[in-house]
C-alpha cells in the first residue's frame, strides 16, 4: 500500500514539473465626434476666491459641410459605474456644491465654421470672494445650432472639453481605498489557473471636497520576495476622483509564474500635503494542470484504496 502511495505521488510531482517546464486621454489629444475636432479635452486651473482666468479651446471643422456651432457649458457629476467618466447635468441641471457653470462665460456662443477651418473659444471663469475653497467642475460643449430657445441638444451630435478647477483655501481632503483585489480580465478571483491577463484593481473613495489624483505603486510579493512593482493612474493628464464618488483604477501585472500564493500591496498617495493610503490583498495561481493532476492523484489512491480494501476482504474470507 506505502509503495503505491509514492508511485501514485510520484506521478503527480512528474505531471507538475511538466507542466511548469512547458508552462487611464492624452493632454494633447484631440476628440472627434459629429463633425468636430477640440482640443485639449480636459483643462486643470487653480484659481483664487477673487480671481478670474481664461482658458482657450479651439474646435476645428472637420466634416466638407459648412458648420453653424452653439458653445455650452454644463456642469457634471461622477458617473455612478465608477469608470470616471462624466454625467452631464442637460436641461438646466446644476451641481449645487461644485458645479462650475455659475462661475462662466464663453465668447463666442454661436459661430460659423468653413471645412477643415478653426475657432478659439475663450472661457472665462470668475471665482467670487464669497465662493467656498474646494473643488469646480464642468464641460464646455459644442454642437449643432437648432432652431429651439431650448440649447441643450442630445450628446450624441456634439463634442465637449472638461474644466476642472481647484480654488485654494481651507478645504477637507478625504481619499480611501474601499476595494482592492486581484483579477483577471477584469473578474476579482482568489484563484487563478493561468497568469495571463492578471489585474490589479483598487476603488478609491473621495469624501472630500476636492477632485483628487491617486498616485502610487502596487507591489507583488512571493512570501518575502518581491517579484515586480506597478505604478498606477499613469494616464496623461492623470485621472480624478471627484468629491463625494468612487472610481476605479486598474494595473496590469505580470511576474506571478509559478504556483503558489502572492500579494499585492498598494502604496499611494493623494492631496496637497502628500497623504498616504495603503491596501494589501492576497490570491493564489494554482495552474490547471496541477489541479488535474491532483484530481488524477486522487482517482488513482481512491483505486488503490478500493482494490486493497477488496483484496484485505478476500483474504478474510479464505481464513
Known amino acids: 500500500m506505502r509503495k503505491t502511495i509514492v508511485r501514485a505521488f510520484g506521478i503527480l510531482l512528474s505531471i507538475g514539473l511538466m507542466s511548469q517546464f512547458l508552462s487611464v486621454l492624452p493632454t494633447q489629444a484631440a476628440l472627434a465626434g459629429s463633425g468636430y475636432k477640440i482640443f485639449p479635452v480636459r483643462t486643470d486651473l487653480n484659481i483664487n476666491r477673487g480671481s478670474a482666468t481664461t482658458t482657450t479651446v479651439y474646435i476645428q471643422n472637420v466634416s466638407g459641410a459648412v458648420e453653424n456651432i ?5 456642469d457634471f457629476i461622477a458617473n455612478p459605474n465608477e469608470s470616471g467618466s462624466p454625467d452631464l447635468l442637460l436641461n438646466g441641471q446644476t451641481n449645487a456644491v461644485h458645479g462650475l ?51 441643450n441638444v442630445n450628446l450624441s451630435v456634439s463634442v465637449a472639453s472638461l474644466i476642472l478647477v481647484k480654488v485654494p483655501g481651507n478645504y477637507y481632503e478625504n481619499l480611501n481605498v474601499t476595494s482592492f483585489s486581484a483579477a483577471q480580465n477584469g ?47 499613469q494616464t496623461s493628464p492623470p485621472g480624478n476622483v471627484l468629491p463625494n464618488s ?23 498617495g493623494y492631496g496637497s500635503r502628500g497623504q498616504l493610503v495603503s491596501a494589501t490583498t492576497t490570491f493564489w495561481v494554482v495552474p490547471l494542470s496541477w489541479i488535474i493532476a491532483f484530481i488524477i492523484l486522487l482517482v488513482l489512491l481512491l483505486f488503490f484504496v478500493a482494490l486493497w480494501f477488496r483484496k484485505h476482504a478476500k483474504k478474510s474470507q479464505s481464513l
Request: no cysteine; proline share 6%; hydrophobic share 40%.
Open 187 to 233: 473578474n476579482p478571483r482568489a484563484i487563478f489557473t493561468s497568469t495571463k491577463k492578471l489585474q490589479a484593481i483598487m476603488v478609491f473613495q473621495n469624501t472630500g471636497q476636492v477632485q483628487e489624483e491617486p498616485f502610487g505603486k502596487v507591489v507583488l510579493m512571493k512570501g518575502k520576495k518581491q517579484i515586480n512593482t506597478f505604478a498606477i493612474n
Open 246 to 268: 468612487s472610481r476605479k483604477f486598474t494595473v496590469n501585472i505580470s511576474g506571478a509564474s509559478s504556483i503558489g500564493k502572492y500579494t499585492l500591496i498598494g502604496n499611494f
Open 70 to 74: 452653439q458653445s455650452l457649458f454644463n
Open 101 to 151: 457653470k455659475q462661475y462662466v462665460t464663453i465668447s463666442p456662443m454661436d459661430f460659423t465654421l468653413q471645412p477643415q477651418a478653426e475657432e478659439a473659444v475663450k472661457i472665462t471663469i470668475a471665482i467670487p470672494r464669497v465662493a467656498a475653497p474646494g473643488g469646480y467642475y464642468g464641460a464646455v460643449r459644442f454642437a449643432p445650432q437648432t432652431t429651439s430657445s431650448q440649447k
